[in-house]
């Protein structure tokens, strides 16, 4: 469960993201210049890394931090945090 403060800033978040590709799908239809295209994607690229931390460092202070303290749930927290930082290094 995301904390309050959180959600607001992480649903702001991906408001703000899925406008800059809405604008990304409008300049691939006008065709306009191949590197702004490409700095448009890359923009979009580092903000959702950018949610990415701030779902990580939800999950970390909520849902690892309950599951480490509770040894039944243990192997799954470490195993989902191997599992992103797998993803993450694809």
């Given at each position: 469960?995301?904390?309050?403060?959180?959600?607001?800033?992480?649903?702001?978040?991906?408001?703000?993201?899925?406008?800059?590709?809405?604008?990304?799908?409008?300049?691939?239809?006008?065709?306009k210049?191949?590197?702004?295209?490409?700095?448009?994607s890359?923009?979009?690229?580092?903000?959702?890394?950018?949610?990415?931390?701030?779902?990580?460092?939800?999950?970390?202070?909520g849902?690892?931090?309950?599951?480490?303290?509770?040894?039944?749930?243990?192997?799954?927290?470490?195993?989902?945090?191997?599992?992103?930082?797998?993803?993450?290094?694809?």
């Amino acid at each position: 469960m995301l904390n309050q403060k959180l959600k607001k800033k992480a649903t702001h978040r991906a408001k703000i993201i899925r406008g800059q590709l809405d604008g990304l799908v409008k300049a691939i239809d006008e065709e306009k210049y191949c590197v702004d295209l490409i700095t448009q994607s890359r923009a979009i690229q580092l903000s959702l890394k950018s949610l990415d931390r701030m779902l990580l460092e939800n999950h970390l202070r909520g849902h690892v931090k309950h599951m480490l303290s509770d040894s039944r749930q243990e192997n799954k927290a470490i195993k989902e945090l191997i599992d992103l930082y797998a993803l993450s290094n694809k």
